[in-house]
């Protein structure tokens, strides 16, 4: 009996160790505002070549926010901004897409923006430039470069 309570303590032990450190890292999360509140968590940020930020929260095949800063394969298509990603600051003109709905053409919002990336480099915020959805991500960690 005292080898078997040994083991829960011991076991015990490491699972609250393993819960605090799984605790202290930041989930990403978006709260999408306009048009209906909606907050997410789940998704991230992350610099896949030098001068491109890319954002994406909610499920994989259908995130509730997807955005983009920089010179991307959808650019020119677009007409977005060229400009690289350099860091915290305003980006206007970038591509944005809003899905609410359960699939891609319900309750969907896209199209060219502004995003502004907070100064600690992982949270910020978006609006539409037509204005029919805005709100504000966090992607839990400043993406590695």
């Known amino acids: 009996m005292w080898y078997s309570l040994g083991l829960m303590r011991t076991f015990s032990a490491k699972a609250l160790i393993l819960a605090g450190i799984a605790a ?3 989930a990403a999360t978006v709260t999408i505002e306009k048009p209906r509140a909606v907050t997410v968590t789940g998704g991230g940020c992350r610099m896949p070549s030098d001068g491109f930020f890319s954002g994406q929260w909610g ?4 995130p509730t926010l997807a955005l983009t ?3 991307g394969p959808m ?6 901004n060229p400009a690289k990603y350099t860091g915290p ?5 970038e ?3 809003v899905y609410l709905g359960k ?3 319900e309750d969907s919002y896209g199209g060219l923006g502004t995003v502004v990336i907070a100064a600690d480099g992982h949270s910020g915020t978006f609006v539409l430039n037509d204005g029919k959805a805005s709100g504000r991500f966090d992607c839990g960690t400043v993406p590695a470069r």
């Open 24 to 26: 202290a890292a930041p």
């Open 89 to 93: 600051g305003r980006y206007p003109n």
């Open 95 to 97: 591509i944005i897409a």
């Open 103 to 105: 699939t891609a053409l």
């Open 59 to 62: 499920p994989e095949k259908l």
């Open 75 to 80: 650019t020119d298509t677009m007409h977005a």
């Open 69 to 71: 800063i920089g010179p």
